[in-house]
DNA sequence: CGGACGATTGACGATGATCAAAGTAAGTGG
DNA sequence: CCACTTACTTTGATCATCGTCAATCGTCCG
């Protein structure tokens, strides 16, 4: 198992034994599922190259979606608790997927804790996000959310050790936008603005950062302090 | 142990059990605070009475009310997971809590599962119930979020037995606005529209419910379906 | 080559934030 | 018990933001 997927500090004789339970799947396409809403929660997934976006039907049958996965990262934690997904996963171009079961991970965990602690700090990094998606999205306008979602891909493609300043954005304009909260009308305004004031240059989806600290929102949410 | 305490749906002896870890605590008086983030996680916590708001400093310094507790509700699960309170809870009224301690809760999970199989029901319903917040905050108008938060307290006082039509608001406006991603002033005039359209009647925080079925939220959502 | 999809841009209007003011409730101290 | 302060709420006027409608353009496919 490549270091790639499970980002945790193992000794070789652990990664060996971490390394039998992955599965690896055949490419996903363009539009493919990795799993979907109410499917039975069964792995752990980690993604290996592609992106991918999680999404949700809302009571009113109103789609959201709640993050967008990069690779290296291990998504699917979303029904841990209830034992169903609570999440559709799909593919926004071509990506390739480990499955890691997730009983035997339990299994596994009883022998190596740091595997229980990652795991825990993982669903708990989770809600976490969640609730500053949350605030971001009630207490910025458009134009910062841009930038707030600009910035996060940048921190994490360099933590990848791809570059932070340029990138492709692996989703739609309507994917930000239902992401955001937000028409995709306004997506490109704030992506035209930005360009405007020369924070980025923009080649339909390939970005080029070129003031970094700009993106940093130093101004104040739409709301009070 | 009260049956307001944990809806659970044990039978004597389970509950004789289960009232041993219970801690019934002094009353908080309005402004106090159970927990603070970043406080290590030790109890799960039962309201008995008055009411509490849970709230969480962004990464910006604002603050977000993520949920308000009613009587009879479990809380304190924000933490399962890093071992730390990711928000703080504060009353905004007296309130009465009871304490469970955790370690104890788990230990006695391990003699009555469906203990454990409640407490990750209740953990994966407050995930779902955030969820469902993010895409009220994001997809719906204010006057639509206003009637979402009322419907949302209606049914969960009905659920105490209390009266679903005629109840009082334990928050403040600017707690409601603070939730739901609004100012005070925007609040205050959608339940002024909701007076005008005898929706409702509403004596400062008492509010009476004429007409439930036009506060089913039957609009739309600001997006696109 | 043509059709479908995605993205950009403009014009317009509705929603909701801001600023301001006044009214109401609640708590405090005499 | 009342006067007074403070906090909360309502309402109005104005303006910025963002959604809607519409047209155009570019790109990706078959």
């Not at 949350?134 to 940048?154: F, G, H, P």
């Amino acid at each position: 198992m490549n270091r790639l997927c499970l980002p945790l500090s193992l000794n070789e004789a652990e990664t060996l034994l971490l390394d039998d339970i992955v599965q690896r799947s055949t490419p996903i396409h363009r539009g493919g599922i990795v799993y979907e809403e109410g499917e039975p929660f069964t792995n752990l997934y980690a993604l290996r190259s592609g992106a991918l976006k999680g999404y949700r039907h809302c009571s009113n049958g109103n789609i959201q979606i709640t993050d967008f996965v990069l690779p290296g990262e291990v998504f699917g934690l979303d029904g841990v608790s209830s034992g169903k997904h609570q999440c559709s996963v799909q593919a926004l171009e071509t990506a390739s997927v480990c499955a890691l079961p997730f009983d035997l991970l339990q299994q596994l965990g009883r022998t190596l804790p740091i595997l229980q602690t990652h795991l825990m700090e993982a669903v708990s990094g989770c809600v976490q996000a969640k609730m500053e998606h949350l605030c971001l999205v009630t207490q910025y306008s458009a134009y910062e959310r841009i930038k707030a979602l600009i910035l996060n891909l940048s921190k994490r493609y360099a933590s990848l050790g791809q570059s932070a300043l340029h990138f492709r954005l692996p989703m739609s304009r309507a994917d930000i936008g239902c992401h955001l909260g937000m028409t995709i009308e306004t997506v490109s305004r704030c992506l035209s603005r930005l360009r405007e004031e020369q924070v980025i240059t923009l080649d339909n989806r390939e970005i080029r950062i070129l003031k970094p600290e700009a993106l940093r929102s130093t101004a104040r949410p739409a709301n009070k302090p």
